[in-house]
């Protein structure tokens, strides 16, 4: 059973940085596509950042390109997301997702991924 496990939110001032995790277990990363989503009060669920599953082709939404990255350790079977230069408006609870891939596209939409992470907080005062 595939298995993701988000870490690294918290609270940081406007300007600030901070690195989420989403660590597999159950398989590997070969051949599997993870995005991040978010999904903050009141506010549906959007799409942030993906990584694809047969190359390291990435993607990120326009709210959050230029200061976000995502990244995949196979070594370590972890995909992050670091955030640079966050923003009130970047408070949310995001989340990991991971889906089999064989293209060389990430997945933009959540109906493309089989499975979800627990979910981890991000606040970003001003």
């Known amino acids: 059973q595939v298995q993701l496990v988000e870490s690294g939110g918290g609270l940081v001032q406007a300007g600030g940085s901070l690195r989420l995790s989403c660590a597999a277990s159950?398989?590997?990363?070969?051949?599997?596509?993870v995005g991040w989503f978010r999904q903050a009060p009141g506010k549906e669920r959007e799409f942030v950042s993906g990584?694809?599953?047969?190359?390291?082709?990435?993607n990120y939404a326009d709210s959050v390109k230029g200061r976000f990255t995502i990244s995949r350790d196979s070594a370590k079977n972890t995909v992050y997301l670091q955030m640079n230069s966050l923003k009130p408006e970047d408070t949310a609870v995001y989340y990991c997702?991971?889906?089999?891939?064989?293209?060389?596209?990430?997945?933009?939409?959540?109906?493309?991924?089989?499975?979800w992470g627990q979910g981890t907080q991000v606040t970003v005062s001003s």
């Open positions: 997702a991971g889906g089999y891939s064989d293209t060389y596209y990430p997945y933009t939409q959540g109906r493309d991924y089989e499975n």
């Open positions: 159950g398989r590997t990363l070969s051949m599997y596509a």
């Open positions: 990584i694809a599953g047969i190359v390291s082709v990435t």
